[in-house]
Every structure is written in structure tokens, then in C-alpha cells.
């Protein structure tokens, strides 16, 4: 039933709001990320684990490469797919090799991707 959910791309969303529906969730992201209430880092790992409960593959991609951004471990991202993996059963299980081939490319410099927020430094 995971079509009939209210995400973008789904049943109950028509194509053509795709775009403004992805604007208007990175907007609330990046308002919601400007409290400071947590540390970034902590945050950047909270939307990653959110986006694999999800299964949104891009969000997941922009979502590494911002907690990595912070400052986050390998040990640290892991620790969010497990969690995300409690959350969303079975089928999240693929993202921990999915991220352990990831983090491989990312530590030898062979894989690039710019953060979807821009990481501001914190005090």
C-alpha cells in the first residue's frame, strides 16, 4: 500500500506537484534545521535515518553527503540506517550495503555530492 501514501510521487500526489512539493519540503527542512536546537550533525543524521525509513533513494544521497558535511562518522551514519532499518522493516534493509558501498567511494575521493542544504558552521 505504500502508493496510496501521502509522499511525493505517490498515488496521492499528481506528478505535476512533484517539483513544488520538493521545494516546499526542502524549505520546511532548511527552516527546521536553522533552529539550532540540536547540533547539526545530529540533525543531518535524524534526516538521513528519515529519509531511508521513507525509501527516498535521492533524499538518502543528499542526505550522506550533509551529515558527512557536519562531521559524521562512518560508525555514526550506520548507526542511523540501523535505526531507520528498525523503523522501516525489510525493505531499508538494502541501504546499509548501499551506504557501506557509498562511504568506501566517498573515503577514496571517488564519489562527489554536493550537500542538498548548505552546511552553515555552528558555534
Known amino acids: 500500500m505504500r502508493d496510496r501514501q501521502c509522499t511525493p510521487g505517490g498515488a496521492l500526489f499528481p506528478q505535476a506537484s512533484r517539483r513544488r512539493s520538493i521545494a516546499m519540503n526542502i524549505d520546511s527542512l532548511e527552516r527546521a534545521l536553522a533552529s539550532g536546537a540540536e547540533p547539526l550533525k545530529l540533525q ?16 538518502i544521497a543528499h542526505h550522506v553527503a550533509d551529515a558527512i558535511s ?3 562518522t562512518s560508525s ?12 522501516g522493516g525489510g525493505p531499508t534493509a538494502s541501504y546499509g550495503r548501499r551506504l557501506r558501498q557509498a562511504t ?5 575521493g571517488e564519489y562527489l555530492l554536493e550537500p542538498a542544504v548548505p552546511v552553515a558552521v555552528r558555534s
Open 44 to 59: 543531518k543524521l535524524i534526516a538521513l535515518g528519515i529519509a531511508i525509513a521513507l525509501r527516498e533513494d535521492t533524499c
Open 104 to 108: 568506501r567511494q566517498i573515503e577514496a
Open 76 to 87: 555514526e551514519l550506520f548507526d542511523a540506517v540501523n535505526v531507520a532499518v528498525a523503523i
Open 70 to 72: 557536519a562531521g559524521a
